[in-house]
């Protein structure tokens, strides 16, 4: 599974709602799913994969775009997902704290 962009009005106001489209790999079916329980929501995921498996990183090892711009403006800090590398920045905590260098 992966995360599918939104392309309608019903996958913005979902989205609102707590669901996220995802399609799968394998037959490319696109769904909504409910999204995590409330307590996940206190710690940081995965933008891509949903992942609370993140290590906290330096802030400058993540790459600076148009979107996260005015994260690294805020000085939030840097994690790494462990399962599909991906780097960004977020407020909240890790699940498990582990700091990586």
């Not at 079916?29 to 609370?52: D, I």
């Not at 993140?54 to 399962?83: M, Q």
């Amino acid at each position: 599974m992966h995360r599918s962009h939104k392309i309608n009005l019903a996958d913005y106001v979902s989205a609102v709602l707590g669901y996220r489209a995802l399609r799968c790999h394998a037959c490319y079916y696109r769904y909504r799913v409910r999204g995590v329980s409330r307590k996940t929501y206190l710690w940081t995921q995965c933008p891509k994969c949903f992942s609370t498996e993140v290590n906290r990183i330096e802030r400058d090892k993540v790459f600076i775009n148009g979107r996260n711009f005015w994260w690294t403006f805020l000085h939030a800090p840097g994690y790494r997902c462990s399962k599909c590398r991906t780097r960004y920045f977020d407020f909240r905590p890790a699940k498990h704290s582990a700091v990586s260098s």
